[in-house]
């Protein structure tokens, strides 16, 4: 049971249905969210000298993870559904960008108006197209090898 979990957060290979989609999406989400927020606490904090509104190392490390589990989930539901793996890379790809932009400080409030914000929101449009077909495709039929 463990192995099965554990080969489903961290591997992308296989399928996953629509539901252990969701289920997983909103259990890696809450996790990234809460262990975030805990790990992003003034008691974390490794130096007096660290940059301004960039996270903890611990805070972006957990967000990293979270950030790979929602990305492997998505491509094997994508799988799944039968649509293309350049939706679940563009995933990927625009979570690891906010990712590195939130670690450098670049999006520390989601709400200024300068140009790094529209970035940063340039960058979740980006990844909606993988979320949308995710939750609504239904699974395509399972073919046994030949």
Sequence with gaps: MIEHSIDAAFSPKGRINRLAW???????AGAGLIGTALMNADAFDESANAVPHAPTMAAFLWAALAAYVATVLTLKRLDDAGRPKWLGIL???????LLAGWGIGAFSDPFAPPAMMATMWGLVLAMTPAVVEAAHRPSRPHTLPS
Excluded at 22 to 28: E, Y
Excluded at 91 to 96: I, S, V
Aim: aromatic residues 14%; neutral net charge.
């Design 22 to 28: 969701w289920i997983g999406i909103l259990a890696t």
């Design 91 to 97: 995933f990927g790809a625009a979570a690891a960008s």
